[in-house]
T-cell receptor, first 113, second 113 residues
Framework: DQQVKQNSPSLSVQEGRISILNCDYT??????FLWYKKYPAEGPTFLIS?????DKNEDGRFTVFLNKSAKHLSLHIVPSQPGDSAVYFC????????????FGKGTHLIIQP | KAGVTQTPRYLIKTRGQQVTLSCSPI?????VSWYQQTPGQGLQFLFE???????NKGNFPGRFSGRQFSNSRSEMNVSTLELGDSALYLC????????????FGPGTRLTVT
């Protein structure tokens, strides 16, 4: 049973526009959420995180929104740049991050020039 | 600071053999986690070690084991290899316990024939 779901395997966005990547989770014990970016032949790179006590966290062009009642989070990238083309993974953990990460299967973001 | 290093980067083994993979965390990081990435299942958590003790374990058979040394370096072992063990094995380190900001290595690509 997949506890973290990224329902869009791929997403194509024009350069300069907003990219919105979505993630849903089913485990109500999850209280810490992270987004990672992965290029081919490299390990995932941490992007941004959010605790369940917040509903928004920003870091430069990246903003993560958390809707606990809907068990949904999203990553907004504004403006999208060619270097943002990568696979994005949503991950979740329980006990404030004390548990191991449960990952979604990823969304391949393609930024079109 | 040097990043997380994993050796070897590529490995080919035969079904039934065993394999040991190595991970050196970022200097000062005491937590090491291991993940398996396959096209079908995505990134799955194997186990986490902190100060030489296994803290968390994912849902993998006992053929998968690991250990951590006093210098925080970690090894994982897979015995009696099966074709389905072919995957990218990723190691991640973090300063504290659990799922905080984890820094991933480039992975070891294991192919079982």
């Amino acid at each position: 049973d997949q506890q973290v779901k990224q329902n869009s395997p791929s997403l194509s966005v024009q350069e300069g526009r907003i990219s919105i990547l979505n993630c849903d989770y089913t485990n109500s014990m999850f209280d810490y959420f992270l987004w990672y970016k992965k290029y081919p032949a490299e390990g995932p790179t941490f992007l941004i995180s959010i605790s369940s006590i917040k509903d928004k966290n920003e870091d430069g062009r990246f903003t993560v929104f958390l809707n606990k009642s809907a068990k949904h989070l999203s990553l907004h990238i504004v403006p999208s740049q060619p270097g943002d083309s990568a696979v994005y993974f949503c991950a979740a953990s329980a006990r404030g991050g004390a548990d191991g990460l449960t990952f979604g299967k990823g969304t391949h973001l393609i930024i079109q020039p | 600071k040097a990043g997380v290093t994993q050796t070897p980067r590529y490995l080919i083994k035969t079904r039934g053999q065993q394999v040991t993979l190595s991970c050196s965390p970022i200097s000062g990081h005491r937590s090491v986690s291991w993940y398996q990435q396959t096209p079908g299942q995505g990134l799955q958590f194997l186990f986490e070690y902190f100060s030489e003790t296994q803290r968390n374990k994912g849902n993998f058979p006992g053929r998968f084991s690991g250990r951590q040394f006093s210098n925080s370096r970690s090894e994982m072992n897979v015995s009696t290899l099966e074709l389905g063990d072919s995957a990218l094995y990723l190691c991640a380190s973090s300063a504290g316990k659990g799922a905080g900001e984890q820094y991933f290595g480039p992975g070891t690509r294991l192919t079982v024939t």
